[in-house]
């Protein structure tokens, strides 16, 4: 069973998506900030990381969003974990690690095209 990390601070869209996850029987945790992030990440270490980029926005500049920083410290620390930007902001695609992601999915499509995606990048 394969371990997918979601960040988010919204709780409905991740606790949607975590129900559909498990129900194609993945392992599925949910952190809501930065900090909980890199703590989850100390004791394990997931095939995926879903990530809303506004997720960790803390009173920071527009310009360089907590979100995009965490996008890159992720990406940085594991180069070897997918991650997918699911967000219903689209501000930080200007932002230079935005590439960084291995996908970008909108949250107003639902959770369909993210459960495909999944599926596809983990091939379970």
């Known amino acids: 069973m394969a371990l997918i990390l979601?960040?988010?601070?919204?709780?409905?869209?991740?606790?949607?998506?975590?129900r559909q996850l498990e129900e194609q029987g993945y392992e599925v945790e949910v952190v809501r900030?930065?900090?909980?992030t890199y703590?989850?990440?100390?004791?394990?270490?997931?095939?995926?990381?879903i990530l809303d980029l506004m997720a960790a926005i803390r009173g920071r500049p527009a310009e360089q969003p907590e979100g995009v920083r965490l996008l890159a410290q992720l990406y940085l620390d594991h180069p070897e974990i997918p991650l997918v930007v699911y967000?219903?902001?689209r501000k930080y695609r200007k932002q230079f690690w935005s590439w960084?992601?291995?996908?970008h999915l909108s949250k107003t499509n639902g959770p369909g095209p993210l459960i495909d995606l999944v599926e596809r990048l983990l091939g379970d």
């Open 6 to 18: 979601i960040i988010d601070r919204e709780y409905g869209p991740a606790d949607e998506l975590t």
């Open 33 to 36: 900030d930065s900090p909980s």
């Open 39 to 49: 703590e989850f990440l100390r004791g394990q270490t997931p095939r995926l990381v």
């Open 87 to 89: 967000s219903r902001s």
């Open 100 to 103: 960084a992601a291995a996908a």
